[in-house]
């Protein structure tokens, strides 16, 4: 088991398929088996992995040579699929959500706990590099207190069909839930947990079934607040997401739901301006114009800093290759707990329960508001 984990695929859709070959990448790794209600599907995504197909889910997990189970499909299933690999003794990965009710995550997770199982959400944002750098630019300090953040998705609902499942909230658990997990996550993540001030939704307009297609929450984090928008309404090529922290120095805006482009405006000490150069890769850095006094104020208190600087890296064209090292990334982690427990796992079973928790009393108050 230390030297090669065999992992059984519940849910053959399209994401399934993309992450099985990012899994394949990993040495060690065998794609054993997959199962799908639609057989075709389920019969393609084995072809191209070279695994087994399993006509029942119960088939895959009485199967002793499978040690993993990756469930990739709708979060209605996400609970009792996960529960019953559990039961089975398998490890789990599961896409997010961890399931519909947060004492159902709490459920899965003291389980796993208590089995020495490997239970965990697929909340991939914190293996990004640029998570990474912004957690290290947050926690030292560098642009000062917290003040205000944002995170706006301008999403398509062009592949979504009326009747998807997606729109419904028994089987999707509403966009708070199915969507905004990994930005709860990562939120929480740079600036502790948080406080949900309000939540609100709205219909998309002139649909006469009343479907929610946007969101909005606020959520207070270290005394700053955090607003964050969903909204699934608009062709693919106008699909973007922008993410912003405001500091008392300056601000840090992300591009794209997976961040892979980030620019930083500030006022920075020359040493700080290394440090970011050392960080960043092929970083671009322009100076701007600026009195000649290195001092100011704000907040009440006096900022002293060398340069007004605007620092640029990354590129939006990387997004698939991102996509493909997160995944890589998180199955490594995953992997490496299970050979040894008493590896430090960047995401583990809290984050699916902590995420979900935050999720669902988002959806919660905006229902209630509605």
Known sequence: MNQQVRIGICGAGE??????????KVRGITIFGVTDINETAAKTTATECNAKVFTTYEAMLNDKDI??????????????????????????ICEKPAALKTVEA?????????????YVVNLMQRYNPLYGIVDKL??????????????????????LHEKHWFWNEEKSGGIFIEHGVHFF???SGWLGEGELINAVQLP????????????????????????????????????????????????ITLFEW?????????????????????LLENCSIIKNQHQSSKKCRGNFKEIVFDEFVTVEAGNIADKNNRYEELLIAMITDQW????????NRVIDENNAVASLRMAENAAMMASNMS
């Open 204 to 251: 998309k307009l002139n649909n006469p079934q009343k479907i929610i297609d946007r969101v909005q929450a606020t959520v207070n984090y270290k005394g700053g607040l955090v607003n964050l928008y969903h909204g699934f309404n608009q062709p693919k090529m106008l699909d973007r997401q922008e993410l912003r922290l405001q500091f008392e120095k300056g601000d």
């Open 106 to 118: 709490e459920e899965l997770a003291d389980y796993a706990k208590q089995n020495n199982l490997l």
């Open 336 to 343: 490496a707990w299970i050979k040894d427990k008493n590896h």
């Open 185 to 187: 996550d990562m939120f």
């Open 258 to 278: 997976i961040p892979v482009k980030i620019k930083i405006n500030a006022l920075l000490s020359n040493i700080q301006i290394d440090e970011l150069k050392n």
């Open 138 to 159: 947050v926690k030292e300090n560098m642009l000062g207190d917290f003040l205000h953040g944002f995170f706006e998705n301008y999403a398509s609902d062009e592949p």
């Open 67 to 92: 040690d993993l189970i990756y469930i990739a499909t709708p979060p209605f299933l996400h609970y009792e699929q996960s529960k019953a690999a559990l039961l089975a003794g398998k490890h789990v």
């Open 15 to 24: 994401f399934a398929k993309f992450a099985a070959k990012c899994f394949l």
